[in-house]
Antibody, heavy 120, light 108 residues
Framework: EVQLVESGGGLVQPGGSLRLSCAASGFTFSSYSMNWVRQAPGKGLEWVSY????????YYADSVKGRFTISRDNAKNSLYLQMNSLRAEDTAVYYC?????????????WGQGTLVTVSS | AIRMTQSPSSLSASTGDRVTITCRASQGISSYLAWYQQKPGKAPKLLIY???TLQSGVPSRFSGSGSGTDFTLTISCLQSEDFATYYC??????????FGQGTRLEIK
């Protein structure tokens, strides 16, 4: 069974940093591209970042470019999102999501999400 | 960025109804479109990709159609478990990947 479990969310002050993790199991993690997608409270879905299976290709939404860094450790079956210079508008549930197949750019499995709240 | 516009934003229907949700892209995206279902407090679930391909395990009452700029998601006979919010997503241009604003399907 495919499982994606996010962790690392919490309350952080504006300008602060947070690192999200996503532990993957039930599939060959190194064979799939991965994404982070977020959802502000009561709002729609916003794609945040993409990383290819080998980490050779990485993309970011303009809203987080230069502040967030996506990475993965295939040996540890883990995906990460380092978030710096956090703003109130970054407050959201952050989902780790696996592409249906590597390079498909649409996810089939999603984690349960981790809530990031940016507030003083 | 390619803008995805869904209509309606909300919809009331009854069990057994046939409902259609529309998604329009601001430019042509061929068939690079996916549909998701999201229930409150839960992660999205992939229903359809490539505009009309049903994801494994998704009931056949769900169907998708369209290409270019105009797409539809149809639920042929609403069941109680179908009341949720639905999102379209384009992946023709992955810089950035974009979602529609969502359509909330409520019980009449």
């Amino acid at each position: 069974e495919v499982q994606l479990v996010e962790s690392g969310g919490g309350l952080v002050q504006p300008g602060g940093s947070l690192r999200l993790s996503c532990a993957a199991s039930g599939f060959t993690f190194s064979s799939y591209s991965m994404n982070w997608v977020r959802q502000a409270p009561g709002k729609g879905l916003e794609w945040v970042s993409y990383i290819s299976s080998s980490s050779s290709t990485i993309y970011y939404a303009d809203s987080v470019k230069g502040r967030f860094t996506i990475s993965r450790d295939n040996a540890k079956n883990s995906l990460y999102l380092q978030m710096n210079s956090l703003r109130a508008e970054d407050t959201a549930v952050y989902y780790c999501a696996r592409d249906l197949y590597s390079g498909s750019y649409f996810p089939d499995y999603w984690g349960q999400g981790t809530l990031v709240t940016v507030s003083s | 960025a390619i803008r995805m516009t869904q209509s309606p934003s909300s919809l009331s229907a009854s069990t057994g109804d046939r409902v259609t949700i529309t998604c329009r892209a601001s430019q042509g995206i061929s068939s690079y479109l996916a549909w998701y279902q999201q229930k409150p407090g839960k992660a999205p679930k992939l229903l359809i990709y490539a505009a009309s391909t049903l994801q494994s395990g998704v009931p056949s009452r769900f169907s998708g159609s369209g290409s270019g700029t105009d797409f539809t998601l149809t639920i042929s006979c609403l069941q109680s478990e179908d009341f949720a919010t639905y999102y379209c997503q384009q992946y023709y241009s992955y810089l950035p990947i974009t979602f529609g604003q969502g359509t909330r399907l409520e019980i009449k």
